[in-house]
């Protein structure tokens, strides 16, 4: 069986190479300069990365002249879909005013104004340039406000690329223990001494949670989680274990972080709205820079003070030389002004659809798999197992995701390399098709190959 498959990646990976000769010697010219060709990890795959050259709505072109309909969208973040002439408007006229400043400018307080007023748990709120530097600052006024030093984390949840969420973000199945804690480092180097401080929870596991968080009570300054799981294809938490992690964060004195740099599109209000659940602090990222450098966190207003250098609670100094610059926020102010409920509702109704009819391909197939998501986000996974933690979606079958992932490459579908993707508001039914037609297309082509 696997021979067979490994000849057919094969088979699309030489389609794709005689299809991308531009990007293939322009990835050439990179790799002299940068590790990898790239700056930025999820931008590599194999055998090397096509080149981008222009998008507009659902459709981005690459420097040979090939067409992709995005699923990818830049990580989730182009909600309005590229190039939207709503952000391009306000840069164009920001532009001509300046791009950056030492003053803040009116730009901050509205885009501030459009999350707090949509956002429950976000009384007030600060600007990063990135969702890693947004989950950080997170931390770190948990941290100041209780004046507590151990954090909690889930196996398997990815908040950015700083030290102390960089444990258990994706060990490999031969390293895992019976237990989730002690973690795994994540890179070499790291020091040992995290693995004291950062508490690793199971996913979904009430009771091995419960215990966890019990015995390190006295310690534990903050709880960070997404409550839909962006690395295991978009995978909802159940919302008696959400609950649960509500309940008994409040009941300890710990602080609850959403971290919805990802799921903050399922509404207005983010997921947290969805699921009626209102944490302490909140990171965002992605879409609330109109497709610009962002990130944001906020949260109670009196966790909120140790930042504010004119208050007597004054605790943590928060710098940044681009943060809150006025064309990010022209730019997620215009993109928070044009997402009416009616587009989350619209956006999230065709996700449904989408994840029942990817459904029924693989069951009249009878290919095992699962389809994940939720709202506009969804993930295809190749899996006889439920998914409900980290371990049980490593059992995805790798070898069939990337003959999915490079077939639908190579028929002109973008998606993450996982096969997981996110719907934005030029998404039509149309592309739908397409890509549903492609999916079953595929299987077919590997149930044949099984």
């Known amino acids: 069986m696997n021979q067979k498959l490994n000849q057919l990646l094969d088979k699309q990976k030489n389609q794709y190479i005689s299809k991308t000769k531009k990007s293939y010697e322009m990835q050439k010219i990179s790799e002299k300069y940068m590790p990898g060709g790239s700056t930025r990890t999820t931008q590599w795959m194999e055998p090397y990365p096509f080149y981008a050259d222009n998008a507009h709505g659902s459709i981005m072109t690459d420097i040979d002249g090939n067409n992709y309909l995005d699923f990818m969208i830049n990580a989730t973040s182009l909600i309005l879909g590229h190039s939207s002439e709503e952000v391009k408007n306000v840069l164009n006229t920001q532009?001509?005013?300046?791009?950056?400043?030492?003053?803040?400018?009116?730009?901050?307080?509205?885009?501030?104004?459009?999350?707090?007023?949509?956002?429950?748990?976000?009384?007030?709120?600060?600007?990063?340039?990135?969702?890693?530097?947004?989950?950080?600052?997170?931390?770190?006024a948990a941290r100041a406000y209780t004046q507590k030093h151990k954090i909690a984390k889930f196996e398997?949840?990815?908040?950015?690329?700083?030290?102390?969420?960089?444990?258990?973000?994706?060990?490999?199945?031969?390293?895992?223990?019976?237990?989730?804690?002690?973690?795994?480092?994540?890179y070499p180097g790291q020091p040992k001494s995290l693995l004291n401080d950062v508490i690793v929870l199971p996913f979904n596991d009430i009771e091995k949670s419960k215990e966890l968080i019990n015995a390190h009570r006295e310690d534990l300054a903050c709880l960070i989680m997404e409550p839909v799981i962006s690395g295991?294809?978009?995978?909802?938490?159940?919302?008696?274990?959400?609950?649960?992690?509500?309940?008994?964060?409040?009941?300890?004195?710990?602080?609850?972080?959403?971290?919805?740099?990802?799921?903050?599109?399922?509404?207005p209000g983010g997921a947290q709205e969805i699921f009626g659940i209102t944490p302490d602090l909140t990171s965002l990222g992605k879409i609330i820079g109109g497709g610009l450098p962002v990130g944001a966190f906020g949260g109670k207003e009196e966790i909120m003070e140790t930042?504010?250098?004119?208050?007597?609670?004054?605790?943590?100094?928060?710098?940044?030389?681009?943060?809150?610059?006025?064309l990010t926020m022209e730019a997620g102010a215009a993109?928070?002004?044009?997402?009416?409920?009616?587009?989350?509702?619209?956006?999230?109704?065709?996700?449904?659809?989408?994840?029942i009819k990817l459904n029924s391909i693989f069951d009249e197939l009878e290919i095992d798999s699962q389809i994940t998501g939720i709202g506009s986000l969804f993930g295809i996974n190749f899996n006889s197992n439920k998914i409900k933690d980290y371990r049980s979606f490593i059992n995805n079958n790798n070898l069939l995701t990337k003959v999915l992932f490079m077939g639908l490459l190579?028929?002109?579908?973008?998606?993450?390399?996982?096969?997981?993707?996110?719907?934005?508001?030029?998404?039509t039914e149309n592309d739908l098709n397409k890509l549903v037609g492609l999916v079953r297309d595929i299987s077919t082509e590997i149930k044949s190959n099984l």
């Open 95 to 140: 532009i001509q005013k300046g791009t950056a400043y030492s003053a803040p400018t009116d730009g901050q307080a509205k885009l501030a104004k459009l999350i707090t007023d949509r956002t429950r748990s976000m009384e007030t709120l600060r600007f990063t340039n990135s969702g890693t530097e947004a989950t950080m600052m997170a931390i770190m």
């Open 232 to 267: 295991l294809g978009y995978l909802p938490l159940k919302q008696n274990f959400l609950q649960f992690t509500r309940d008994i964060t409040n009941e300890l004195d710990i602080v609850l972080i959403y971290d919805e740099i990802q799921s903050y599109r399922l509404a």
């Open 156 to 186: 398997g949840g990815y908040h950015g690329t700083h030290d102390h969420v960089s444990i258990s973000v994706s060990p490999k199945a031969e390293d895992l223990k019976e237990s989730t804690h002690p973690g795994i480092l994540q």
């Open 335 to 355: 993109v928070m002004s044009t997402l009416t409920k009616d587009k989350y509702t619209n956006m999230n109704s065709m996700g449904d659809s989408l994840r």
């Open 307 to 326: 930042l504010n250098p004119s208050s007597n609670n004054y605790k943590l100094s928060h710098a940044g030389t681009f943060n809150g610059n006025p």
């Open 410 to 427: 190579n028929n002109g579908v973008l998606m993450q390399t996982k096969n997981a993707g996110a719907l934005n508001i030029k998404t």
